[in-house]
């Protein structure tokens, strides 16, 4: 394809609506700074709608500008654009707008809106930049960027303490994740001489995989994982996601459930190529991704912010994803990916919308029996619970299903501890769903909603419009976005109806030059490896034997699914008493589980404290005060000393002076003396 | 011709007694105007050095030397002479220890 297709307006497009709002925003309306938001991102979902309708694969990378040019080693300006990076594109700029006009409605009564529309567009440039980076150092910088978007916006409502610091930790935890990224940038600049995928690619390509043992291409990726646990919070460094939370609700579906906490998985997928040759750093990315989506959905089972439990569930789909590229299935992970970003964006718009509605409540034991008063945030968050739930038919089931299959073909462990986590998932969504939306409602009928542990939440934006009128089904302009990623999660799944069930897998097809066609060069070998991380079983087109297992396979989770559905309708429809009576009953493990199994803590005993400490006494009171401090008082002090003794010398009296002035004179002239005699 | 019957060493020898006389009374007295007539008695030691050595190596630029000396000299002794009159009116003492105003 000869003609360009422009590729740098997408990126470059929410940039200049992020400016104009960020520099003009204060001055201008309400309806303005919405208007500019909302152009510009919509502008680039546009443009990325044009993209995908004329571009023609395999797409040549597109050059912007140089960058850096240093002897042999360089890295431009360069987008590129692939089946992957196109459907990440669509994603992110599809559900970005709709998350955008939901905003509207949302933010309205908040006194920063324009600030916040700046920041919403600042993090689409950052995570399109990341999404159509052309090397790995253009993908670190919108990695780093959308960092700053989610720090920015976690804490929005800067003026409350608990949101700084959740900024602040999200900002710490994925440093760390980072210094392995960067790490594995340096191997990659070391060992290939270069950062653009084409090229990396290309060199390691015809290297067979590190079957035995650790080598360079287990190092990298497994230091790639590090960096991609700290963006799509993994264990260990998960911890941040929950309390990123104290964000606005359109920041947690847009950032911390949709788009950037995959880009981790976009990562891991994006460089797939590396990870099908170090099987070792497969099996931990499938560990780590599996542990995490066990781990996680068990806490979720017993959080009561409506929030914190789609947070703690955002973590476990991560996990899957994790998993399905641990066990090489790509394009699974990217299929539940986008799946994913379409229910749970809805999940957390419609947990808006019900915050909304209960005038800032996050607390699910104050809500119930909403269901009457806001149908149509009851329907769309209904479609999104059964689709992450994996009820048959809708997108999560399809995603989930494939997840779980291939994870069986690579080891029976990673398929029970899924079909366990699917379960789980199943029981909290519909906990969520009963404990919200039937019952009584169990929230004060005035509309003052108290300020005890979750009352602050989210009172930045609702101060404003606690008092009108009680509970309330929200605006139209947030409605429209919930329904139509109610849409996209009932039917998104239908790109990927995998074989068994009559579909033919459209979206690992399309995915499928991505993925296929850098198999490692001997696959056989790759077969024998451990965990059998062969692309041609895992990835290539099924094989027929096998459908009648699959379908007993998702006879299974859909088994699993509707037993958590009976499970949370008896017990928080038919006899909501029963819980409590458990939790007694199970008191020391209930307790682990509500304080989250005390990893905060754990941390803060392991790494926070220490580091305090450590700081505080070696680094301030040692280093600072007595090594720097004290050198540099103690070298004036001298001088004023020294300056303090002389100047009695400067006496006033006259004889004085000539007396030093003899003095003087008489060891100059013996010295001369003296230099004459040795100089004979 | 004179300089061959006085040997150099004679005139550097008084030459260094004056200025060492200067030297001392400078240090010891604390009249002004005794203090400046040592100054007046170091100089003289000098130039009675810079004739000797011009006489002994025929050089005239240490003859030339001194004529700028005595007229340094002389205008020093004018201003000198004023500055200790003005000291005398103002603070009524030609002593030295007691004019010890410029000091830190």
């Excluded at chain 1, 009648?548 to 989770?557: H, Q």
């Excluded at chain 1, 005060?625 to 070298?635: G, S």
């Amino acid at each position: 394809m000869t003609s360009s297709l422009n590729l740098w307006l997408i990126p470059v497009l929410p940039l200049a609506g992020a400016a104009i709002n960020g520099f003009l925003g204060k001055r201008s309306s309400r309806r303005a700074v919405s208007t500019v938001g909302l152009f510009f991102a919509g502008a680039a979902f546009a443009w990325a709608l044009a993209v995908a309708a004329r571009v023609s694969f395999p797409h040549q990378p597109e050059f912007v500008a140089h960058w850096i040019r240093s002897g042999s080693f360089t890295v431009d300006f360069s987008l590129y654009l692939d089946q992957l990076s196109l459907v990440m594109l669509l994603v992110v700029t599809g559900v970005g707008f709709l998350i955008h006009v939901y905003s509207v409605g949302y933010m309205w009564d908040d006194p920063s809106y324009y600030r916040f529309f700046a920041y919403l567009n600042l993090f689409m440039f950052f995570m399109l930049t990341l999404v159509l980076a052309g090397n790995y150092l253009l993908m670190f910088i919108g990695w780093e960027g959308v960092g700053l978007a989610s720090y920015l916006l976690i804490g929005f409502w800067f003026t409350k303490d608990s949101a700084a610091s959740a900024g602040k930790k999200a900002f710490i935890v994925n440093r760390i994740g980072d210094f392995g990224f960067l790490i594995a940038l340096f191997l990659l600049i070391k060992h290939f001489g270069s950062l653009n995928f084409d090229q990396v690619f290309q060199s390691i390509a015809p290297m067979k995989p590190e079957t035995v043992g650790a080598g360079l291409l287990t190092t990298i990726g497994i230091l790639l994982m590090v960096g991609a646990c700290g963006k799509s919070a993994q264990i260990p460094l998960y911890i941040w996601l929950p309390d990123a939370m104290e964000g606005p609700t359109p920041v947690s579906a847009l950032i911390h459930a949709a788009t950037m906490v995959t880009a981790g998985v976009y990562m891991v997928a994006r460089s797939h190529v590396i990870f099908e040759r170090a099987p070792s750093a497969l099996m931990v990315v499938a560990i780590i991704g599996t542990l995490t989506a066990f781990f996680a959905a068990t806490i979720g089972i017993a959080q009561t912010d409506i929030k914190k439990v789609l947070a703690y569930s955002t973590v476990s789909q991560l996990g899957y994803m994790f998993m399905a590229c641990g066990v090489g299935a790509f394009s699974a992970g990217i299929f539940h990916l986008m799946t994913h970003a379409f229910f749970k964006g809805l999940l957390f718009l419609a947990a808006g919308s019900v915050i909304h509605a209960v005038g800032g409540e996050q607390d699910m034991r104050k809500m119930g029996g909403l269901r009457k008063k806001i149908p149509w945030t009851f329907w769309t968050m209904t479609a999104g619970t059964l689709a992450i739930a994996g009820i048959p038919g809708l997108a999560g089931f399809f995603s989930k299903d494939e997840i779980l299959w291939r994870a069986y073909q690579a080891s029976w462990a990673y398929w029970l501890v899924g079909l366990v986590t699917a379960f789980i998932t199943s029981f909290y969504m519909f906990r969520l769903w009963f404990m919200t939306f039937f019952g009584d409602y169990r929230g004060e009928t005035g509309k003052s909603h108290d300020s005890g542990t979750h009352g602050a939440h989210n009172s930045g934006a609702h101060d404003g419009h606690g008092g009108h009128g009680g509970i309330h089904e929200s605006p139209r302009v947030m409605l429209i976005p919930l329904v139509i990623l109610a849409i996209l999660s009932v039917l998104g799944g239908y790109v990927g109806v995998p074989g068994s069930l009559g579909g033919s897998n459209h979206f690992d097809k399309f995915l499928g030059p991505v993925f296929h066609a850098s198999a490692p060069a001997d696959a056989e070998n790759a077969a024998m490896g451990e965990k059998g991380v062969s692309e041609h079983t895992t990835e290539g087109p099924e094989p027929e034997t096998a459908a009648s297992t699959e379908l007993m396979f998702t006879a299974i989770s859909v088994l699993a699914a509707l037993l958590g559905f009976g499970l949370a309708w008896l017990l928080y429809y038919r006899s909501p008493q029963l819980p409590v009576r458990i939790a007694a009953s199970l008191a020391g493990a209930y307790q682990t589980v509500v304080h989250k199994y005390y990893v905060d803590e754990f941390y803060a005993a392991l790494f926070v404290k220490p580091l305090i400490d450590g700081s505080t006494r070696i680094l301030w009171q040692g280093v600072d005060r007595n090594i720097i401090d004290a050198t540099v008082n103690n070298a004036g002090d001298a001088a004023a000393h020294v300056s303090d003794e002389a100047r009695h010398m400067q006496s006033g009296n006259i004889r004085s002076y000539a007396g030093w002035i003899a003095v003087g004179s008489a060891v100059v002239i013996a010295f001369m003396i003296w230099m004459w005699t040795q100089a004979r | 011709m004179v300089a061959s019957y006085v040997p150099l060493s004679y005139y550097l020898l008084l030459s260094g007694f004056l200025f060492a006389c200067g030297v001392v009374g400078f240090l010891i007295k604390r009249n002004i105007i005794t203090i400046f007539m040592s100054i007046e008695l170091m100089l003289n030691g000098v130039n009675l050095s810079f004739v000797a050595f011009a006489a002994h190596w025929h050089a005239l630029a240490g003859q030339v030397f001194v004529f700028f000396v005595m007229v340094v000299a002389a205008a020093e002794a004018a201003v000198g002479l004023a500055i200790i009159i003005a000291v005398y009116r103002t603070r009524e003492t030609l002593n030295v220890d007691q004019v010890n105003l410029l000091k830190l």
